[in-house]
Every structure is written in structure tokens, then in C-alpha cells.
Nanobody, 123 residues
Framework: VQLQASGGGLVQAGGSLRLSCTVSPRAFVPYGMGWFRQAPGKDREFVAQIRWSDGLAKYAYSVKDRFTISRDKAENTVSLQMNNLKPEDTAIYFC?????????????????WGPGTQVTVSS
């Protein structure tokens, strides 16, 4: 299983970015997908997750009402729409796949990880 994220970049505070993560092979159907982020010198932290079957989503308090996670079953992709970005959102963002339901807010619950994409928000 391979995950490849894209869509990172540099944006001013208040701006928006959309991250996408493609999961391959197509035959792989995750239980859920998650987004995490890691800022320099900090631990990797939970951002959002989505249950593949019904789209049930959960968010970290710090991004709730600003970020939206979604999935496209036909394309095997998960996306993270990030609005009203703040400098504290600056981090490397990672997508992760949970194959058996052990996910949620903890990195240990995910089996596969993408290489990450940089998001930088300037003030």
C-alpha cells in the first residue's frame, strides 16, 4: 500500500489550501483515513480522520470549523480542505491509512503513511 500526498505550499494567513492523498492500489479499501501534522521540534499530532464507509469525520479542536476532510471512493483519495489558515498551522502534513479500525487520534492506530507535504503559512 502506498500513499502520496500533494497540495502543500506557501500561503498567507487567512488563505486556503487543499491537500489530497491518493491511496494505491485501488483494491485497497481502508477502514479510515487520517491527516496528521508535525511542526519543527514537535510531536506528530492528529488533525482529522474520516471513516471510509460512511464519511463520518472527526477533527482536532484546533482545526474544527476551519478544515474539512472528505473522501472519494471512486478515486481512492482523501482530501483536506484548509481554510482561514494560521501561522500555527505551519507543519509537514501526513496522510495515513487505517486498515482494520485501530485508528482515531493516535498515530499507532494507522498502518500506512505517506511521505508528507509541507504547508507554510506566513503572517
Amino acid at each position: 500500500v502506498q500513499l502520496q500526498a500533494s497540495g502543500g505550499g506557501l500561503v498567507q494567513a487567512g488563505g486556503s489550501l487543499r491537500l489530497s492523498c491518493t491511496v494505491s492500489p485501488r483494491a485497497f479499501v481502508p477502514y479510515g483515513m487520517g491527516w496528521f501534522r508535525q511542526a519543527p521540534g514537535k510531536d506528530r499530532e492528529f488533525v482529522a480522520q474520516i471513516r471510509w464507509s460512511d464519511g463520518l469525520a472527526k477533527y482536532a479542536y484546533s482545526v474544527k470549523d476551519r478544515f474539512t476532510i472528505s473522501r472519494d471512493k471512486a478515486e481512492n483519495t482523501v482530501s483536506l480542505q484548509m481554510n482561514n489558515l494560521k501561522p500555527e498551522d505551519t507543519a509537514i502534513y501526513f496522510c495515513a491509512a487505517d486498515s482494520i479500525g485501530g485508528g482515531s487520534r493516535y498515530t499507532s492506530g494507522y498502518d500506512y503513511w505517506g511521505p508528507g507535504t509541507q504547508v507554510t503559512v506566513s503572517s
